[in-house]
DNA sequence: AACGGCATTGGACTTCGGTACAGTGGGCAA
DNA sequence: TTGCCCACTGTACCGAAGTCCAATGCCGTT
C-alpha cells in the first residue's frame, strides 16, 4: 500500500481510493509507517500554518515525499507547503488521473505544484523575495561564511562522506590538523557530531 | 565576490559583467571556491551531456547553487540540469535584471527554469515519465524496500543526527540493539559508517 | 613591535561507533 | 518438527572521532 491519504477526521474521498485502489486512510496527526507517498487534506479551517503542517508531516515522513491537498489551493500557501518541506501541493478535488500523475512524478523525484499555479507562483516568489529584506545571496550558505578557507574545504569533503584520514589525504596535511578544523566547524555551527556537521553542510538542518 | 561565471573558453558576457560588477570568471574545468552563487554556460556543442556536466560542476560547488546557461534553452535540457543537481537553467543572454532576478530566487533556496519553459516543462515530464519504465514508486526509497521496519525506524532518528543512544532511548531498546540495527543497515546498503548511511537515506547517495 | 587570527602539528586522553562471538524467543513456511 | 528470519540483548575489543593542553610559523592590523 504504497499511498496513505491522510485527512483532519480521516475521512477520505471517491476520487483518491479511484486513483489508487489500494491506498490507506489515516488522519494527519498519525503518519502511516507502511506508505512510500504521503498525501495530506490541509484542514478546513480558515488560517491554518501550512509550513508548520508540512514540516511536521514531513518530519514523521522522513525521506517519503509529501504531498499537500487544498481545496482552495492559494499560492501563497503553495510556497509555505514547499518551504515545509513538502514535494507537492495540489487541488484536494483533482481527478483521480490527475493524481496519478503527480504520484509520477513526485516519486521520481520531482515537485508538483499545479498547473495553472507554477507560473504565479513564480512570479509572486520573485516580487515577495524582492521586497523582503536584502539576504538575497548567502542565506543557504550560512555555514560558508562562519568557516575559514581551509575548513569549508574540509567540510565539502566531510559532508560527502570522507572519514579524518581521507580529508587529511585529500587535502595534504595530517589527520591531526583535520580534527582541529573539524573541532573548529563543530563549535562555530553548534554540531555535537561530523553527522550533524554534514546534515548543515548538506542543508538539512540550520546552524545553530 | 559571490557571483563566479564559467564557461568553455573563460569569456564573459557584457550582460553578466553589468547584473553583477563583481563577479569572476571562470573556465568549466574549474569551479572557484570563493564564489557562492555558480553560473555556468553550457558549451556550444550540438550535443552535451548537461546532466553530467551538471552534476560535476555541482559536486565541485559542493553546495552552493548552480544556474546553468543555454543559449538555446531546451526543456529536455533543462530537466536534465535539474536532474544533475542545477538550482536553475536560465537563457545565457539574459538580461541583466533577470539575471538578479534569478540569483535572488536561486539565493533564498527557490528554483529557476525560466518564465515560459515551466509549463511546457511540467508536461514534458509528465510525458516522459509516464512512457518510463514503470519505476514509479519507491524508486528513490530503494533504502526502504531492503531495510526491515524497525531498521528503518532506527534509520529515520539516525538520519536525523541522533546518536546510538538517543536512538535506544526514543525507541526503547538497549543501545546494543540498535548498534545491531545500524549494522545491519550498514551491510544491507553498503555503507562504510553511519555518515554514509545518512546520504544515502537522505537521498544524497546511492545504495550500493 | 606587538597582537590576533589562521594553518599546522604533537601527545595524551575519553567517548563513541562498529564488529566479532554469542545467546534467547517469536513467527512463519516447508 | 525443523529450519529461517527477525527482534532483542550481553561482553568484549578495536579503531575512529572528538577534546584538552600545548607549540610553531605566517600574515595583516594596530
Redesign the interface.
Known amino acids: 500500500m ?1 499511498h496513505a491519504f491522510l485527512s483532519h477526521d480521516g475521512r477520505i474521498r471517491e476520487s483518491w481510493q479511484r486513483a489508487f485502489p489500494d491506498m490507506v486512510a489515516g488522519v494527519l496527526a498519525r503518519v502511516p ?1 507502511s506508505a ?2 504521503i498525501w495530506a487534506l490541509r484542514p478546513a479551517g480558515p488560517r491554518v500554518n501550512m509550513a508548520a503542517l508540512a514540516a511536521s508531516l514531513c518530519r514523521q515522513a ?4 509529501l504531498v499537500m491537498l487544498a481545496d482552495e489551493p492559494d499560492e501563497e500557501e503553495a510556497l509555505a507547503a514547499l518551504a515545509g518541506g513538502a514535494s507537492g501541493y495540489c487541488n484536494g478535488h483533482a481527478a483521480p488521473s490527475v493524481l496519478r ?1 503527480v ?3 513526485i ?6 505544484i499545479g ?1 495553472g499555479l ?2 504565479r507562483l ?1 512570479a509572486a ?2 516580487r515577495g ?2 521586497t ?1 529584506p536584502a ?7 550560512a555555514w ?1 561564511q562562519r568557516l575559514t ?1 581551509r575548513e ?2 574540509a567540510a ?1 569533503l ?4 570522507a ?1 579524518n584520514k581521507e580529508i587529511a589525504r585529500r587535502m595534504e596535511i595530517t589527520e591531526r590538523t583535520v580534527k582541529a578544523h573539524v573541532g573548529a566547524m563543530l563549535e562555530k555551527l553548534g554540531a ?5 556537521l ?2 548543515i ?5 540550520k546552524p545553530l
Open positions: 504504497p509507517s512510500t507517498l522522513a525521506g517519503r515525499p500523475q504520484a509520477l512524478v516519486g521520481n523525484g520531482g515537485i508538483w498547473q507554477m507560473q513564480l516568489t520573485a523575495l524582492a523582503a539576504s538575497a545571496d548567502g542565506r543557504l550558505l560558508r578557507a569549508q574545504e565539502v566531510l559532508a560527502q562522506g572519514s555535537r557530531d561530523r553527522l550533524q554534514s546534515l553542510i548538506n542543508g538539512l538542518e
